[in-house]
Nanobody, 123 residues
């Protein structure tokens, strides 16, 4: 199976930046789409960003567009989420996810998930 491990979360003040990383190990599939999702306490898991197999197609939630950037390095089996201009409402556990085939924005389409990394933005 594919294992995904997120890292890079932490505490940052509003307006600051964090870079999250997702390292994939185990069985790999070249056609995987990758996504980032987040879940705040008491809320449903929501889409943040996604990237297709080649890195040529990027998708962002309206709430993070222009502030967050998703990228992937297939040679390193890594997907990144650069988060700039962070706001308190960005506070959540951030999850890396993977699926085969076409890129989707709904979490229910993804087959593999990391354990999550906490991002806390203070005001």
């Amino acid at each position: 199976q594919v294992q995904l491990v997120e890292s890079g979360g932490g505490l940052v003040q509003a307006g600051g930046s964090l870079r999250l990383s997702c390292a994939a190990s185990g069985r790999t599939v070249s056609s995987y789409s990758m996504g980032w999702f987040r879940q705040a306490p008491g809320k449903e898991r929501e889409f943040v960003a996604a990237i297709n197999w080649s890195g040529g197609a990027l998708y962002y939630a309206d709430s993070v567009k222009s502030r967050f950037t998703i990228a992937r390095d297939n040679a390193k089996n890594t997907v990144l989420l650069q988060m700039n201009s962070l706001k308190p409402e960005d506070t959540a556990v951030y999850y890396c996810a993977a699926k085969e085939g076409a890129t989707k924005t709904a979490s229910t389409w993804y087959n593999y998930w990391g354990q999550g990394t906490q991002v806390t933005v203070s005001s």
